[in-house]
DNA sequence: GGCATATTGTTCGCGCGCCGAACAATATGC
DNA sequence: GCATATTGTTCGGCGCGCGAACAATATGCC
């Protein structure tokens, strides 16, 4: 039940039905490929004959092709169709505190390519290194590929239309227009994003539907927390694009400070630096950046801690498990106001969830307000996949997918 | 950019492109009215001669009707058209602790009658005076107006699609099928919801399209505090139906305990028995239904703390302001969130608003991550509105108005 | 009053697109 | 070689948006 905004809808025109069909159709190959127009028929319920016009059309647009002939039991072998991917290419890039990753990938998620390196810091050298890369990188790939774009994640404040980062207070970077000056030095499509709303991105977009639904919440707990809030397959964005926030909802006003500058958020009771400062007794409060590069050359990171935690250290696993209660008490609220239809668990912390599900889940069953939400569906996610080098790239292979807009 | 659902999707069939230009139109009309076919045509971008044909249809399914003819300065004269809600007609019925409202109205929200009575706790008493109060109601009606349903609002967690109340402590109803008893007792289909959903729903369907928005989040603050959230032009009910209870998000993890059983929640803060706990230094967490009944014997409540405030009470507007700056940390919270267009805020204590706007104010900036989610708009709904109400009846008029499904 | 002008609302031919049915193409089994 | 089954194409029918022409109805100026 949408309420039509009257200030601002697309009427049918007399291609519209086409249009919507003709999308339908290619998402339903893509997530049944290999598929006959036969079979593309009985699962939209159209008749082959439109199916078939439909087909034609997404071949001229050179958004499928057709494949080899199947197996059938009696009478026509059928043509399989599939969804061109493999030549069209996204550059990822993920720019973190210490280092920057770079990933060349088609528009299926497939991994083509990747680098990383060390963040540099100042915006000019930052963007011709990064050019220089992507130039080298894409020399690599054979003359039919075309890359369509550049997918950059950023964490911190973005805002996806201006292509601004507001405040990233990791990088240091405040203001700073990264999508115009990447665009200028590598003449490509720039879209940017931030890194929570890009794991949610790469979920919905570049998962295979079983595991992706069309309501979600994804939680990536690294350095801070970063969340997405996905709704009836739509990524929520807000009025100033900064929607998604769940990292610093409070879970105790007087609590510690958090680098966003306010006191008690949930990431500073469960991101990885949370986690680190109560084992080793540091007060999360007084942490800076400087503390921060230290603890990155000695490079104990909470991985070293689970491993720890694995060989008996009962010190460490009460630190993990203390985060891992917070967890759960963050994704109770989570559930209470989203109420979605499973919650993805992204990050370091995740490697140690069989010594953490209970915990969590018995924080969770505290604070849900019913017993059908306590049991929501929580999905860990392997850190190896680069979730926000897919949601990178997802930002350039969406718009290809994505349901028209009508009414 | 919405994925489409390859599980769940509807194709565009011929008669699609009429649908959805059909039901524009009356979307249109309805914002616009007193409207012409041919303002009606340059509103929606489309010839008069489409729009002719759809308002032919519109009137044969009595949607809309014309009216008189309007002025031009030259030309032939204009043919006014409405939209037909003043015959079709909606019961609301609001169930609260103390007290049940029940309303007769149109489909435009216009009240044609109420009435206030003693909440019954009992479900089958309940249901059998609510029907015979009804049966009377529409008999006052004339002839020519009919009831086309009921919506009811409950304080408490509602599953809207199966009609049954989860669990309401203020009724101390549980696992109640409220729906289908009051459809057997009435012979009229019934739609139930949580108050906070419905006030957002009134928001939607029933204010004009200014005040409104596609994009918001509704804090309704009375004896707890309930919201309900709005992202493009759609609520938010979410798996169970149970989304958006942002009255649960906790301020503080060892805070008082709330009446769902966890310590520290923001309704814990911010509502209206917590207002009044903290100007009588009573403990919440021991606050029984009985200590609740025995109150509004009494029959003081936050009205009266206000009025006592505006006469010097320094006591009293200490404690209306503590509140205020709660609401202001949780408002900080939803809109880090969901980043909506705008916040509508109810409630008695929004009569207070001069009084603690600059409280509410600063506690946002507070929290808030950008200094243009700070700017939110904050828009007071006057409570003699009877806002809950206004949603039971959205509930049944809404059907009418939404946008096809599509792709 | 008569005529030019302007605006509203209707009608109609055209082309696009879904629908159903017929038909061609291609395989298997007896 | 022929019946049967399945895939994929073609074609007439009809719904619908689009543009243009036309009818209806008003005003202003002579």
Same mark, same amino acid.
């Given at each position: 039940?949408?309420?039509?905004?009257?200030?601002?809808?697309?009427?049918?025109?007399?291609?519209?039905?086409?249009?919507?069909?003709?999308r339908i159709a290619l998402n339903v190959i893509r997530e049944g490929q290999p598929i006959s127009r036969a079979d593309l028929a009985r699962h939209m319920k159209m008749t082959r004959g439109v199916v078939s016009v439909l087909v034609q059309e997404l071949i001229e647009q050179e958004l499928i092709y057709?494949?080899?002939?199947?197996?059938?039991?009696?009478?026509?072998?059928?043509?399989?169709?599939?969804?061109?991917?493999?030549?069209?290419?996204?550059?990822?890039?993920?720019?973190?505190?210490?280092?920057?990753?770079?990933?060349?990938?088609?528009?299926?998620?497939?991994?083509?390519?990747?680098?990383?390196?060390?963040?540099?810091?100042?915006?000019?050298?930052?963007?011709?290194? +990064? %050019? @220089?890369?992507?130039?080298?990188? !894409?020399?690599?790939?054979? #003359?039919?590929?075309?890359? $369509?774009?550049?997918?950059?994640?950023?964490?911190?404040?973005?805002?996806?239309?201006?292509?601004?980062?507001?405040?990233?207070?990791?990088?240091?970077?405040?203001?700073?227009?990264?999508?115009?000056?990447?665009?200028?030095?590598?003449?490509?499509?720039?879209?940017?994003?931030?890194?929570?709303?890009?794991?949610?991105?790469?979920?919905?977009?570049?998962?295979?539907?079983?595991?992706?639904?069309?309501?979600?919440?994804?939680?990536?707990?690294?350095?801070?927390?970063?969340?997405?809030i996905v709704m009836n397959g739509e990524l929520i964005r807000g009025r100033d694009h900064i929607a998604g926030e769940f990292g610093h909802m409070p879970l105790d006003l007087n609590g510690p400070r958090c680098m966003c500058g306010a006191n008690g958020c949930w990431e500073a009771y469960t991101s990885?630096?949370?986690? +680190? %400062? @109560?084992?080793?007794?540091?007060? !999360?409060?007084?942490?800076? #950046?400087?503390?921060?590069? $230290?603890?990155?050359?000695?490079?104990?990171?909470?991985?070293?801690?689970?491993?720890?935690?694995?060989?008996?250290?009962?010190?460490?696993?009460?630190?993990?498990?203390?985060?891992?209660?917070?967890?759960?008490?963050?994704?109770?609220?989570?559930?209470?106001?989203?109420?979605?239809?499973?919650?993805?668990?992204?990050?370091?912390?995740?490697?140690?969830?069989?010594?953490?599900?209970?915990?969590?889940?018995?924080?969770?069953?505290?604070?849900?307000?019913?017993?059908?939400?306590?049991?929501?569906?929580?999905?860990?996610?392997?850190?190896?996949?680069?979730?926000?080098?897919?949601?990178?790239?997802?930002?350039?292979?969406?718009?290809?997918?994505?349901?028209?807009?009508?009414?």
């Amino acid at each position: 039940m949408r309420k039509i905004n009257t200030t601002n809808f697309s009427i049918a025109t007399r291609t519209t039905s086409r249009d919507i069909n003709r999308r339908i159709a290619l998402n339903v190959i893509r997530e049944g490929q290999p598929i006959s127009r036969a079979d593309l028929a009985r699962h939209m319920k159209m008749t082959r004959g439109v199916v078939s016009v439909l087909v034609q059309e997404l071949i001229e647009q050179e958004l499928i092709y057709e494949g080899a002939t199947g197996e059938a039991a009696r009478g026509r072998k059928p043509t399989f169709l599939h969804v061109r991917t493999q030549d069209r290419l996204a550059v990822a890039v993920d720019i973190r505190f210490t280092k920057t990753y770079l990933m060349l990938c088609d528009f299926s998620g497939r991994q083509l390519g990747i680098e990383i390196y060390d963040t540099v810091f100042s915006v000019p050298e930052f963007t011709k290194d +990064l %050019a @220089r890369r992507i130039k080298k990188m !894409l020399k690599g790939q054979g #003359p039919g590929a075309v890359c $369509e774009g550049i997918g950059v994640v950023v964490p911190g404040m973005v805002d996806q239309r201006t292509g601004k980062v507001l405040n990233a207070p990791a990088l240091g970077w405040r203001g700073v227009d990264i999508r115009s000056k990447i665009a200028a030095a590598t003449n490509l499509p720039v879209h940017v994003e931030n890194s929570g709303r890009a794991c949610a991105l790469a979920q919905l977009w570049l998962e295979k539907a079983e595991t992706a639904g069309q309501s979600f919440v994804y939680v990536s707990v690294s350095d801070g927390v970063g969340t997405g809030i996905v709704m009836n397959g739509e990524l929520i964005r807000g009025r100033d694009h900064i929607a998604g926030e769940f990292g610093h909802m409070p879970l105790d006003l007087n609590g510690p400070r958090c680098m966003c500058g306010a006191n008690g958020c949930w990431e500073a009771y469960t991101s990885n630096l949370a986690t +680190l %400062a @109560r084992y080793f007794g540091w007060n !999360l409060s007084q942490l800076s #950046p400087k503390h921060m590069k $230290e603890m990155e050359k000695n490079s104990f990171t909470v991985l070293d801690l689970i491993a720890r935690a694995r060989t008996g250290d009962t010190k460490a696993l009460s630190a993990i498990r203390a985060s891992g209660r917070f967890l759960g008490l963050g994704l109770a609220t989570i559930i209470n106001i989203i109420n979605p239809d499973a919650v993805y668990l992204a990050g370091e912390i995740t490697n140690s969830w069989d010594l953490i599900e209970e915990t969590v889940r018995s924080a969770m069953v505290e604070r849900t307000l019913t017993e059908a939400a306590a049991r929501t569906p929580l999905r860990i996610t392997p850190a190896q996949e680069y979730p926000r080098l897919r949601g990178a790239a997802a930002l350039i292979a969406a718009p290809t997918f994505a349901a028209p807009r009508v009414a």
